[in-house]
């Protein structure tokens, strides 16, 4: 059974930071590229930051500079830095692990940035 697992949401105020972890089970971790999402109310899910299996990364132009997306794969893990948060980043956050047609998505962490 395959399973990916967000944590590290929480309520953050503006220019705070946060880590998110994406840990992954039932699959050979280094074998997969790795992705984060997010989706905020009324809006569209859209890409955050990727992390190819050799280690390559793209981001959004909206967090370039704020955010950092890395993997851990003896841990089998993935990790987003989020560091000068603004209100704008408030949204759900979603790990995606995928390789061609094959995907697997978490359940998503909630992540809210006020005053």
């Known amino acids: 059974q395959v399973q990916v697992v967000e944590s590290g949401g929480g309520l953050v105020q503006p220019g705070g930071s946060l880590r998110l972890s994406c840990v992954g089970s039932?699959?050979?971790?280094?074998?997969?590229?790795m992705g984060w999402y997010r989706q905020a109310p009324g809006k569209q899910r859209e890409l955050v930051a990727t992390i190819t299996i050799g280690g390559s990364t793209n981001y959004a132009d909206s967090v370039k500079g704020r955010f950092s997306i890395s993997r851990d794969n003896a841990k089998n893990t993935g990790y987003l830095q989020m560091n000068s948060l603004k209100p704008e980043d408030t949204a759900v956050y979603y790990c995606d692990v995928y390789l061609g047609i094959r995907e697997y998505w978490g359940q998503g962490t909630l992540v809210t940035v006020s005053s």
């Open positions: 039932g699959i050979i971790f280094s074998f997969y590229n």
